[in-house]
């Protein structure tokens, strides 16, 4: 089963069901151990290797236990947050707070309209979105790049 965990200030602040357009029992009578083994992977593993102070990483939990990294990604519009909101992750966790781990706890909380099989800068490609900046800014290294390249050709 896959997983987002989120991390503010270099401590894991929230953790997210991945697929939450589906309701699995399993996950609620794993609850608990699952929250375990990704708080304890992220404490040997990922706080103290990875040198950015707020992002998210998505990791996937095998049927023996093991947890894997699939990608990191920025803190930030661009990350799709599934079950949680930016004013919940953003506030500041308290001395003896519990980890905040959500999942899709009855086919009522299914989040239908939620498609999470592509990056959401894919499904958004309007004037100012993810998608649309990213081609600009590709538009923009390759006019540099020509402009370079026909610098030099004037040159020899």
Do not use: H
Not at 82 to 100: A, I, N, R, S, V
Request: proline share 4%; with cysteine; aromatic share 14%.
């Amino acid at each position: 089963m896959e997983f987002r965990c989120f991390v503010r200030d270099q401590l894991l602040v929230g953790i997210s069901q991945r697929e939450v357009t589906t309701f699995y029992p399993v996950l609620c009578e794993k609850k608990n151990d699952l929250k375990v083994l990704i708080e304890e992977f992220f404490n040997d593993n990922v706080r103290l290797k990875f040198e950015s102070e707020d992002y998210t990483y998505d990791v996937y939990v095998t049927k023996d236990e093991r947890v894997k990294v699939l990608d990191f990604n920025p803190w930030g519009a661009f990350t799709l947050l599934l079950l949680f909101t930016w004013e919940e992750l953003e506030q500041k966790p308290m001395e003896g707070d519990d980890l905040d781990f959500r999942i899709v706890e009855s086919q009522c909380a299914v989040r239908p309209g939620l498609k999470t099989a592509v990056p959401y800068d894919y499904l958004d490609t309007s004037p100012g979105s993810g998608w649309n900046q990213f081609l600009r800014n590709a538009d923009e290294e390759l006019q540099q790049q020509t402009k370079s390249t026909s610098f030099l050709n004037l040159r020899c």
